[in-house]
């Protein structure tokens, strides 16, 4: 069983990189994806976890749910304060940062919720299924009601490759 916080902060470390940072927010800003959904499809296949089809519905109706009522009104609002007339005003860059914390910590709640949820009925294998990976994030893209075009695939394959080992 993973460690309580583990997907949190496997999240952070694999965000860290530049080229995983830039390939998240294509995904999100391009594609329209939940990078959450998206870094526990990666984190899951690199802890070897197997998850069943009922437990990922459930997690993609949480995350759905979460991210219309959290994340993504903090997220319009911070992106707003950049472009409405307010932007130049006295204290909005005090006042954004203090959105974009909140934001940062409504994902934090996400993922520690979303692992949470899998916890308890998860098993764990010895060794790294290589199509786990597509097999989540096919679920995924099952549960968003489309596929991933050439562009979301192709940064897909990025993060895999990110995660990938070196030979």
Known sequence: MPEPGSFWKFSLNFYSKIDVQR?????????????NMVLFCSWAWQQSLHIEASQFQALYAFTQQWQQTAVSPLR??????????????????DFRAAVQAL????????????????????TVHNEVEQDLYWHYLGWYATARGESFNPAATAELNLLKDALTPAA
Not at 76 to 93: D, M, N, W
């Open 103 to 122: 934001e940062l910590e409504a994902e934090k709640l996400q993922q520690h919720s979303m692992q949470g949820l899998i916890d308890e009925q998860t």
């Open 76 to 93: 319009e609002l911070r992106r707003s304060l950049k472009s409405q007339p307010v932007a130049g005003a006295i204290g909005v860059t």
């Open 23 to 35: 390939a998240c927010l294509r995904l999100q800003d391009e594609h329209g994806l939940d990078v």
